[in-house]
Every structure is written in structure tokens, then in C-alpha cells.
């Protein structure tokens, strides 16, 4: 598991609200060409969303809360034939000034080089800082 972060000059409230909604995942995941809500916790948090990259990839993940931390984790939904999901988990802490972002993130064996390069775990979290700070309400 890689794991990297990010400074971003935006409130704990308003990095967690982003990252969490998986619609707004299509503003800022690179090569994202669709996520689908498939169930939402009770809190109204998405449980288990699918995704589909413009390089053809495609997979569910599964997603747990731990609200009070402000992390949220996620792994593979196992479905028969898919393969090149990912698992990793986002913390969240307040500093001054804005927002630490600690992301993780490992690949499923089967990634082919190229989605592996697209998931970098430093070039996905760069541009979540990049859309807080740029595009964000």
C-alpha cells in the first residue's frame, strides 16, 4: 500500500463533504467517465458505488465511515470476472490553515500498467487538493 497527502486550504467540513459525495468524484478523479451509487449507508453515505474509467476499467467498490476521524476506507466489491479494483483509505485532519489529506492506496494484481498509472495515489490526491483549492464550493 502506497500512501501519500496533501496539504489543502479548505475546512475538514468541506474536504470530508467532497470526497465522500460520489457524484462530484466525476469533477475531480482523473480519466473518471462514470460513477454509479449502488446503496448509501444509513447516514446517507454511499456503502458501495461502481465505477467506470475511460480506459474501459470498471469495478464496485465497497465503502466504511469512521465519522468521528474523519477516514473513510474502501475495498473491492468481488464480482464475478471483474478484476483491477483498488483498496485504500483518506484521513482527513485539520491543521492550520486548512486540511492534512493522508491517502492510501493499493492496486488488485491483476491492474495493467497503464490503470495503474492512472490510480497513482499522489496524482489522484494532487488533484483532489487541486480541485479543493481551484473548483470547490
Request: hydrophobic share 40%; glycine share 8%.
Amino acid at each position: 500500500m502506497r500512501i501519500v497527502s496533501a496539504h489543502v486550504k479548505r475546512p475538514v467540513e468541506a474536504c470530508w463533504r467532497v470526497f465522500t459525495d460520489f457524484e462530484a468524484t466525476l469533477r475531480w478523479v482523473p480519466g473518471l467517465k462514470s460513477a454509479q451509487l449502488v446503496t448509501f449507508d444509513l447516514e446517507g453515505l454511499p456503502e458501495e458505488v461502481r465505477y467506470e474509467f475511460v480506459a474501459g476499467l470498471r469495478y464496485s467498490l465497497a465503502y466504511m465511515y469512521d465519522t468521528e476521524n474523519n477516514v473513510v476506507r474502501w475495498e473491492p466489491v468481488d464480482e464475478e470476472g471483474k478484476r483491477g479494483g483498488v483498496r485504500g483509505f483518506a484521513r482527513f485532519e485539520p491543521t492550520g490553515g486548512g486540511t492534512h489529506v493522508t491517502y492510501a492506496l493499493e492496486h488488485d494484481v491483476g491492474r495493467k500498467a497503464a490503470e495503474r498509472a492512472l490510480d497513482d495515489p499522489q496524482f489522484v490526491v494532487d488533484a483532489f487538493a487541486r480541485f479543493m483549492h481551484d473548483d470547490a464550493a
